[in-house]
């Protein structure tokens, strides 16, 4: 009887982890009806951002109020990842036909891995990406000087023109200034910021004179000044953090894998109750997906933007007539489904006691067999069937002894389930049967 | 339509952006290049290739038999130990993994100026290889293979046949290691029960065969037989199923990557006992990957510990005069001797041979003549191309370093 309690709570440990991840597939297969087989690559990035903050503050360390800010920094790199990603891979195919993002989606779950195994190591690529950051930062203060909707209809790229032009040319005069000059002072890092801000607004209003005659609006000069200078000091800023912090990091190689920092109290000894071994990781996880529910619960009912996505997954056109922003909503559905897989990311890592930049792909599958089994789209569905497929593989494990036993086949049996729901009840276990939906 | 024109844009500013970076970084990006090099004119180049995994799970073995050949190369360039003909390494990657490494023993197949091939580590990769370089008559040493089939056929117990003439290895077979480590935990260190783990790869599957035929034989007991997948991290289910037969040691076959992390959460899950393996988890790797209490977990390794050795101190020094990013690794040793072989027999095979095709077959009969004191002990080989040298070493993992129990040299009873 003790083995079947253990292998039971070996069981939801690991649905809890499925489900976790399998409410990131099913929100925004609920809202969009795509299905984001990169959600995996976002689990995966969750663990790698929470050691990423773990190297950068806190090497060496163990204490437990270590672990909450683990998680924020694994939330923003996932969250990061997942808005990137919806913006530059999934919002531009919002209106192709269905093929068209599931194939971006496997095409964006290859590149996040490898870029992980590539770059994982180089701090030198965090540069670019502050490069890239400044220009951007630059040009949302410019536009908010400018108090221009530079979003328009009919704006064209002349009218952003002066705008990314000074962004640019400050970031651009940042990274002659670092090419010549690497190391860190005071003098020389205001001497960058002021002069990146004045040669920045110099090439800006310069472009703004060479489009004024195809402009629809005029970029006042303030917000000329304004976007380079707000570019040049991000620029700096990135560059102080990178020479400061990053650098000082030996970065461990992620071709390999990688051991998870361990903490205080969820890591260390299991506890023993009766017969039935209990890991402190396993409390934790349980716990994460509990709370997590919790709150899920309340937002989606509670909140307005929760009503909203209940309201877009319905349907989206009328939805948009009544004045929901239903873009807006798609990025909460992401975002949402990016924190989850954060916090599993931190889970597993905890759990396993180590990284590697492949683990994305057969939780993903698993979380995505967990979310059809509960009812793709329905959230508690997602829930109930990560921990169904969970304990399902668990008992497996202990209960089908021979050939085809063992933890061998476990995985065999989870996509025997998944194939066997689809034929004999194909909405799932909590999905009603929606007449007009796939 | 605005929405449109937008979201082109973006697309524009992320594909530039994303090519902007690619190009960036790609300047910071190591190009690993190992020992080309222009030659006079009047010399002759042959080429030794090495595959090995030198990206994956498995890299940190890979990239110390890519060093230790590029030693061995260098030195005997030096000191023209050919005359008339300059050595080139052409190292290939396999990941590990049979397909890539078919697809590197193709490619250096199909290279008129390969003599010889150093490598692979993997023995299921090994099985891939041998069939494509020995009709070329392109000798192949093994630092690392210890699948007793490679050497002595599928059916090795009963009735030994040399499948392949141009293979040969450097390293004793799980023939013997498997046995080695049996009689250690049973006669040294009094245990009588264990459970058995291995990872399905043909390494593994025979270490733990070999193991389990001797542990038996001693009057041992081997309480539960389990498996796991190479690709997992989770091995809850496996301990868990382990656990209640009350195993006072856990015998891995497998390799590091997995072995490291299993020792980990058996030890979480209150499975204190010790973990044993071969020499695919006898590397610093695995004691970073199973953390502080990898502590008393054993492994067994082929031959004498390699900083013990007087001959390999010089290898040692000369390795770390190099400044390889890599260490050698638990292979370097191994790799360097099997170089060495190569180009020894190639002092004879090679001296008046007038292309490298021509030298092949010859190459095939002064390797298998070959004898000389190498890193790891005297290098010789038997009829199927074995080892004559059967030292093996237990290592224990004391205070986060891998120290060394007991060498001996391996008896059959």
């Known amino acids: ?438 | 339509m605005g929405g449109t024109v937008q979201q082109r844009s973006v697309v524009r500013v992320g594909a530039s952006l994303i090519v902007a970076s690619l190009a960036l970084t790609a300047c910071g990006s190591r190009s690993g290049d190992g020992s080309g090099g222009g030659d006079g004119g009047s010399t002759k180049t042959a080429k030794i290739g090495v595959i090995a995994p030198l990206s994956g799970d498995l890299s940190a073995l890979g990239l110390g038999i890519q060093h230790s050949v590029e030693l061995a190369v260098k030195q005997a360039n030096d000191s023209n130990a050919i005359p008339g003909w300059k050595l080139e390494v052409d190292a290939k990657d396999d990941e590990g993994k049979t397909e890539p490494g078919k697809n590197a023993a193709t490619a250096l197949a199909s290279d008129k100026d390969v003599i010889g091939v150093v490598g692979t580590l993997n023995t299921s990769v090994s099985q891939q290889v041998q069939p494509v370089l020995a009709p070329k008559n392109i000798v192949q040493v093994s630092p690392a293979n210890t699948g007793p089939g490679l050497t002595q056929g599928a059916k090795w117990q009963t009735d030994p046949q040399r499948p392949y003439k141009t293979y040969f290895r450097t390293c004793t077979t799980d023939a013997i290691q498997g046995p080695f480590a049996a009689r250690y935990l049973f006669e040294t260190a009094k245990i009588t029960k264990v459970a058995t783990i291995h990872d399905k790869k043909a390494y593994g599957q025979g270490l733990v065969g070999t193991f389990t035929e001797e542990f038996k034989k001693l009057g041992g007991q081997v309480v539960s037989a389990q498996t796991i997948n190479p690709d997992d991290s989770n091995y809850q289910a496996v301990i868990s199923a382990v656990k209640p037969a009350g195993p006072q040691a856990v015998y891995y076959g497998g390799e590091y990557p997995n072995a490291g992390p299993l020792s980990q959460q058996m030890k979480a899950a209150g499975l204190n006992v010790p973990l044993m393996g071969g020499d695919g988890i006898f590397d610093p790797k695995y004691i970073t990957l199973a953390g502080k209490t990898a502590d008393n977990d054993l492994a067994t390794s082929v031959g004498a510990p390699v900083d013990s050795l007087e001959s390999a101190k010089k290898f040692v020094a000369d390795y770390n005069a190099q400044n390889y990013k890599e260490p050698y690794a638990a292979y370097g040793g191994y790799s360097y001797d099997a170089a060495n072989a190569i180009i020894n027999a190639l002092k004879t095979s090679l001296k008046d041979a007038k292309d490298v095709e021509s030298a092949r077959a010859a190459t095939v009969d002064a390797l298998s003549k070959v004898s000389f004191d190498g890193v790891t002990g005297k290098v010789a080989f038997d009829e199927y191309g074995d080892t004559t040298s059967k030292v093996l070493t237990v290592y224990k993992v004391a205070a986060g370093k891998w120290a060394t129990v007991e060498t001996k040299d391996f008896e059959s009873k």
């Not at chain 1, 530059?88 to 996040?112: D, H, K």
């Open chain 1, 1 to 438: 009887m003790d083995q079947f309690f253990q292998q039971l709570v070996n069981g939801l440990t690991l649905g809890s982890l499925y489900a976790l991840i399998a409410v990131g597939y099913t929100v925004v297969y609920g809202i969009v009806q795509l299905i984001n087989f990169a959600h995996g690559e976002v689990f995966m990035i969750g663990a790698f951002g929470a050691l990423t903050t773990y190297l950068l503050f806190f090497d060496g360390q163990t204490g437990v109020w270590i672990l909450p800010i683990m998680i924020v920094g694994a939330m923003i790199a996932s969250v990061g990842t997942a808005v990137l990603m919806e913006r530059v891979a999934y919002r531009p195919l919002r209106n192709a036909p269905r093929l068209a993002p599931l194939i971006t989606a496997i095409g964006i779950s290859v590149f996040l891995q490898e870029f992980i195994r590539l770059f994982y190591e180089e701090p030198a690529w965090t540069v670019v990406v502050f490069a890239g950051l400044a220009v951007f930062v630059g040009y949302l203060v410019g536009g908010a000087v400018a108090k221009t909707d530079l979003n328009h209809p009919v704006s064209k790229w002349y009218d952003r023109g002066p705008l990314l032009g000074a962004a640019g040319g400050a970031v651009a005069l940042w990274i002659v200034a670092r090419l010549v000059e690497r190391d860190v002072t005071v003098v020389l890092g205001v001497g960058v910021v002021v002069v990146g801000a004045l040669l920045g607004a110099a090439i800006g209003w310069l472009a703004g004179l060479a489009v004024r005659r195809n402009a629809r609006v005029q970029v006042p000069v303030a917000a000329i000044v304004a976007t380079a200078a707000a570019a040049a000091l991000v620029a700096e800023v990135g560059w102080v953090l990178f020479k400061k912090l990053i650098t000082s990091v030996e970065w461990p190689s992620a071709k390999l894998r990688i051991p998870f920092p361990q903490i205080d109290v969820v890591t260390g000894n299991a506890l023993q109750v009766g017969g039935v071994t209990i890991q402190r990781s396993a409390i934790f996880t349980v716990a994460a997906l509990v709370i997590c529910a919790g709150l899920l619960w309340f937002f989606i009912n509670r909140t307005r933007l929760g009503r909203g996505m209940q309201a877009v997954s319905q349907d989206p056109d009328t939805a948009r007539l009544m004045g929901i922003n239903v873009d807006r909503i798609i990025v909460v559905a992401f975002v949402l489904g990016a924190v989850l897989a954060a916090i599993a990311g931190v889970s597993q890592g905890l759990q396993n006691t180590n990284i590697e930049f492949r683990m994305g792909f057969l939780a993903g599958l698993k979380a995505f067999t967990a979310a059809v089994l509960g009812g793709i789209g329905n959230i508690y569905g997602a829930v109930v069937g990560g921990l169904v497929l969970g304990v399902v593989e668990a008992m497996a494990t202990q209960y089908i002894p021979g050939q085809f036993g063992g933890s061998t086949w476990k995985d065999v049996w989870a996509f025997v389930i998944l194939i066997l729901v689809l034929v004999f009840r194909p909405q799932g276990l909590l999905g009603a049967r929606v007449v007009d939906r796939a």
